[in-house]
């Protein structure tokens, strides 16, 4: 091999020397080498030699006083290439003490820890310390602000654990001024619907949407969404099934706020004969829950007073305290065989989604004879919020998770669900879920912490059909990366986490994709102070 190299010492070229060039001419001729052989041979002998020489000559002309980046290249690579082990140029006492524990004392009665960067490096100029003065300073500031980031962390999660638990005054406002208006105005007091619209409340031949919930705002937001964006909404039916304190509430709101051509049902729980015929496996566990919790837990104080836990994992616990999680409208929906007898097939919406796209299409997808169509949550491009297995949310180090449910298995949404409930009849869906309800019971809650999705992965386990991401984009409510052109292109947006749309804490960004639905004009928003930001 020849190495040129440029006058300008801009380029080093490597060409084959005459030797090797005969070499190629005999193997060639004498056809013990194919071409591509050959020519896949002396590519990478050259690129090789290419490589040595070029850092060899960069280096040379660098000297030794300097480091440009191939040479630094070289000076890494060299050895590794060579089989040498290339020595570290960090003090052996840095890491040393970078190990060691800090206690809460020894950063106290230490010197003044830096605030800032700024300071720290200020500091160092200044004094010029020895190596183990300087990796004590920085890991005391550190250790420092490490604490600092963690107190502030813990004091956001429970001032929003605060706000996401208690009923704003502008809510509450409007649920008392609505009750107002049923007692007082005849038409807040129409039959929903009208009689003539009732057998549609059981025809198979209409889209069947059913909805749990005490928030009428909320309600409104998803009746609305669901049937603006509907390219049929005459053959849209919306069941929306509440308590008995908002029943009145509900009903005179969708009885001035008229959805036509879509139908809306409104009924209180103690309307459905199912649920005045004994008793009800649902209440039953819900009454031992608040006992079991109200023993079991020591409030929010005692969970952020925890020193040792990370901040994810009390806003977890503090999440677990949200009465939501013990609401009877969020465990309703393990009945609807029940509550909608004659119906094959509906589509559940939680209160807290915005539809933004026609759901009838729903109504075609093939279910395979599975009970529960819903998306998975452990894949796609938002590791944050699509990361959820079954680990998530069942404890695997007791026993009977463990022996039971593999740890990996990916996790599905609640939300926007469809349930075949002719299919749903044929299995044991709804008695599993109370069974693991007691078991949790007699586990001191230990199985997991909260929701209705950890017993639901349970009961619906085997029974879940996978649909596109397209119809359910989750996390709006304990994230704001999402980017505004990514959910307006989503079907459903759903603002499940802390920040609900309808709070203060509300992710700015992203409100606005609720608030379109909000009247802010309407006599009772704008008597209750509603305001769009």
Not at 76 to 93: A, D, F, H, Y
Not at 288 to 302: H, I, L, P, W
Not at 513 to 532: A, G, M, N, P, Q
Request: proline fraction near 5%; include cysteine; glycine fraction near 4%.
């Amino acid at each position: 091999m020849q190495l040129h190299i440029s006058p300008s010492l801009r380029h080093v070229t490597l060409l084959p020397s005459k030797g090797v060039r005969e070499f190629i001419k005999v193997k060639i001729g004498s056809r013990r080498l194919s071409y591509r052989m050959v020519f896949y041979s002396v590519l990478f002998f050259t690129f090789l030699l290419r490589f040595v020489f070029v850092l060899t000559a960069v280096e040379t002309i660098d000297g030794e006083t300097k480091c440009s980046s191939l040479g630094c290249l070289g000076k890494r690579l060299g050895p590794r290439i060579l089989g040498r082990r290339l020595e570290s140029t960090v003090p052996e006492v840095i890491y040393q003490v970078l190990e060691e524990p800090v206690t809460q004392g020894e950063i106290q009665t230490g010197p003044e820890i830096p605030q800032t960067m700024e300071d720290f490096v200020a500091e160092i100029k200044d004094e010029r310390p020895d190596a183990k003065t300087f990796a004590v300073k920085l890991k005391a500031m550190v250790t420092l602000l490490e604490q600092r980031t963690r107190t502030a962390k813990i004091q956001e999660y429970l001032y929003r654990h605060v706000a996401s638990s208690s009923i704003p005054k502008q809510l509450h406002c409007l649920t008392l001024k609505l009750a107002n208006e049923h007692a007082i105005n005849a038409n807040a007091r129409l039959q929903l619907p009208l009689a003539e619209l009732v057998p549609a409340l059981v025809d198979n031949s209409f889209f069947h949407f059913v909805l749990a919930s005490d928030n009428v705002l909320a309600t409104s937001v998803v009746a609305s969404s669901l049937v603006k964006n509907s390219l049929r909404p005459e053959k849209v039916v919306l069941h929306v099934i509440t308590d008995g304190k908002t029943y009145y509430p509900m009903q005179a709101w969708f009885s001035l706020h008229s959805l036509t051509p879509a139908i809306i049902e409104v009924k209180a729980l103690h309307h459905f004969d199912w649920f005045t015929k004994g008793k009800v496996p649902v209440l039953e566990a819900m009454e031992k829950d608040q006992k079991v919790r109200s023993r079991f837990r020591g409030g929010s104080s005692a969970i952020v007073a925890n020193n040792t836990e990370k901040p994810n994992v009390i806003a977890a616990k503090l999440q677990a305290l949200s009465p939501k999680y013990n609401s009877l409208m969020n465990h309703i929906r393990i009945h609807l065989p029940e509550l909608f007898p004659s119906l094959n097939k509906v589509v559940f919406l939680d209160d807290d989604i915005v539809v933004q796209t026609d759901l009838s299409a729903l109504w075609d997808i093939d279910m395979n004879g599975k009970v529960n169509g819903a998306v998975e949550t452990c894949r796609g491009e938002d590791k944050f919020v699509m990361s959820k297995r079954f680990k998530s949310y069942l404890n695997f180090s007791h026993p009977l998770i463990a022996n039971s449910f593999n740890p990996n298995e990916c996790a599905w949404a609640y939300g926007m669900n469809i349930f075949d409930l002719e299919a749903w009849r044929r299995t044991n869906i709804s008695r599993t879920y109370h069974f693991w309800l007691e078991e949790n019971l007699k586990s001191d809650l230990s199985l997991w912490q909260l929701g209705t999705l950890p017993p639901g992965l349970i009961a619906f386990h085997g029974h879940v059909h996978v649909i596109n991401p397209f119809w359910h984009m989750l996390g709006l409510g304990y994230q704001d990366n999402t980017t505004i052109a990514d959910a307006e292109s989503a079907g459903v947006v759903h603002f499940n986490g802390r920040a609900k749309p309808w709070l203060d804490i509300a992710f700015p960004r992203l409100r606005p994709l609720w608030t379109k639905y909000v009247d802010f004009s309407d006599r009772f928003i704008k008597s209750c102070h509603l305001r769009e930001s």
